[in-house]
């Protein structure tokens, strides 16, 4: 529908011969926008239903309230219950297409610090889950990364590498390490 919309806004502006330059900017948007929530429906379906439910799932919609900021859009994406010892992780869900310089490009530091309180103030382990390459349902490359460890808005393979995961496989909950 997003790609419909563009479409429609460009032809709009060859009939009325104003300028169209701001359509790409709001279609990368959208696009960035289904990207991210296709996927966190990737990382869901990784999680065993037997096992895990989700306690908490921010849905990414501020602009449906009309510019109000809602505080709960800051926190992390996803809040997974373990089931069987009724313990709770969050995740954070980034899907990047490549690398920038050979590093990931995953945040800023108001994100790093409002997940890094988020922690704390909940005592809820945090991790930042990032697919790479390929496409968000079927990314080649997979990362689960305590925020502990993701540290920068831009993460060199020393970090990032440690903590790679086979992309199809379902996860696993220690009680302190996500898997």
Not at 106 to 117: F, L, P
């Amino acid at each position: 529908m997003g790609l419909f919309k563009g479409i429609i806004r460009i032809l709009r502006g060859v009939e009325t011969g104003k300028s169209n330059d701001h359509v790409p900017e709001i279609d990368q948007k959208e696009e960035n926008l289904k990207k991210g929530h296709e996927f966190e429906n990737y990382v869901v379906e990784l999680f065993n239903k037997y096992y895990f439910s989700i306690y908490a799932w921010t849905p990414d919609n501020a602009d449906k309230y009309g510019g109000k900021w809602v505080e709960s859009n800051k926190n992390p994406d996803i809040v997974m219950r373990f089931k069987p010892r009724d313990e709770k992780f969050a995740i954070e869900c980034k899907f990047r297409s490549n690398l920038y310089d050979g590093n990931i490009n995953w945040s800023d530091d108001d994100q790093i610090r409002r997940y890094n309180r988020f922690e704390q103030e909940t005592s809820i382990p945090t991790f930042v889950v990032i697919g790479l390459g390929g496409i968000p349902s079927n990314p080649e490359r997979m990362f689960c990364i305590p925020i502990k460890e993701a540290k920068y808005p831009v993460l060199f393979p020393i970090i990032f590498e440690k903590f790679e995961r086979k992309p199809g496989n379902k996860f696993y909950w220690n009680g302190e390490v996500l898997e």
